[in-house]
């Protein structure tokens, strides 16, 4: 099966900043690399995913680099502001499955104005 | 148009009662996907439905849990004799088809005293 493991557990920038939080994957096979944001008491949302045909993905300040050699995947967040700060969640979709997404154990990204 | 939908929003019940879980997923999506969030921990999977029928039961914690999806909509998820450690937030997500994005519902948090 696939684990997925998620850098750093909690991160605090200040306004303005960019911020970068990382993934490595265990399984080769893997071709599905969402990442979802969740705000406080909120459900997860999809914010930007990439597939394994891609090394990156942009949509305005957000970005997914993906290394397959390496096995990891980062989300970046350039000119944070207050209403980012959430919980970060990357996923991976093993290549053996179709459906099933095993997820990090998240990010809590906090941006002080 | 409607997203996904859950029932009760919160649930506090006793060790050893039985709790029943309910996701409305969104119209015309054929995959439902069932996922307990533990404090500070990431998503993990409990079971996967493609119409109503369920070809992955593996993430399920127990034979104290089931979960049943009719008329390929509604689902329920079951845990039997709940204990203290089932206390988490249940998420139900849905999906258009098997490797199409997951939309999440907002979850039910229980809480077993």
């Known amino acids: 099966g696939e684990n997925v493991e998620q850098h750093p557990s909690t991160l605090s920038v200040q306004e303005g900043d960019s911020a970068v939080i990382k993934c490595t994957y265990s399984?080769?096979?893997?071709?599905?690399f969402p990442w979802y944001k969740q705000e406080l008491g909120k459900r997860p949302q999809l914010i930007i995913d990439i597939r394994s045909n891609v090394g990156e993905k942009k949509d305005q300040r957000i970005a997914v680099t993906l290394n397959k050699t390496a096995k990891h995947f980062s989300l970046h967040i350039t000119e944070t502001q207050p209403e980012d700060s959430a919980v970060y969640f990357c996923?991976?979709?093993?290549?053996?499955?179709?459906?099933?997404?095993?997820f990090g154990k998240g990010t809590l990204l906090t941006v002080n104005p | 148009g409607a997203g996904v939908s859950q029932s009760p929003s919160n649930k506090v019940t006793e060790k050893g009662k039985d709790v029943e879980l309910r996701c409305d997923p969104i119209?015309?999506?054929?995959?439902l996907y069932w996922y307990r969030q533990s404090l500070g921990q990431g998503l993990e999977f409990l079971i996967y439905?493609?119409?109503?029928?369920?070809?992955?039961k593996s993430g399920l914690p127990s034979d104290r849990f089931s979960a049943e999806r009719t008329g390929g909509s509604v689902s329920t998820l079951t845990i039997q004799r709940t204990q203290q450690e089932d206390s988490a937030v249940y998420l139900c997500?849905?999906?258009?088809?098997?490797?199409?994005?997951?939309?999440f519902g907002p979850g039910t948090r229980l809480l077993v005293l």
């Open positions: 996923a991976a979709r093993y290549g053996g499955s179709n459906y099933k997404l095993t």
């Open positions: 399984d080769s096979a893997s071709n599905y």
């Open positions: 997500a849905s999906s258009l088809g098997a490797r199409e994005t997951q939309y």
């Open positions: 119209s015309g999506h054929t995959a």
């Open positions: 439905f493609q119409g109503n029928s369920a070809p992955d």
